[in-house]
Nanobody, 116 residues
Framework: QVRLVESGGGLVQPGESLKLSCAGS????????MSWYRQAPGKERELVAG????????NYADSVKGRFTISRDNAKNTVYLQMNSLKPDDTAVYYC?????????WGQGTQVTVSS
């Protein structure tokens, strides 16, 4: 059974940092492309960052380029999202996504709130 468990969310002030983690189990983690999405209240879920199965390619939403970094450790079956210089607009539930060909799985999400 595919399982993705996010952690690391919380309440921070503008300008601070957070690092999210997503641990995968029940599938061959190293074969899957991994992504982070987020959904703010009243808005659609949007792609934040993605990384290919080997980590060779990464992509970012324009709104987070230069501030967020996605990485993965296939030995630990974990993908990370380092978030720096956080802004109130980054407030959302952050979801981990695993994708392989036509199959995709989601985690339950972790709340990130940026507020002074």
């Amino acid at each position: 059974q595919v399982r993705l468990v996010e952690s690391g969310g919380g309440l921070v002030q503008p300008g601070e940092s957070l690092k999210l983690s997503c641990a995968g189990s029940g599938f061959t983690f190293s074969a899957y492309d991994m992504s982070w999405y987020r959904q703010a209240p009243g808005k659609e879920r949007e792609l934040v960052a993605g990384i290919t199965s080997t980590g060779g390619r990464r992509n970012y939403a324009d709104s987070v380029k230069g501030r967020f970094t996605i990485s993965r450790d296939n030995a630990k079956n974990t993908v990370y999202l380092q978030m720096n210089s956080l802004k109130p607009d980054d407030t959302a539930v952050y979801y981990c996504n695993a994708k392989y060909v036509y199959y995709a799985a989601w985690g339950q999400g972790t709340q990130v709130t940026v507020s002074s």
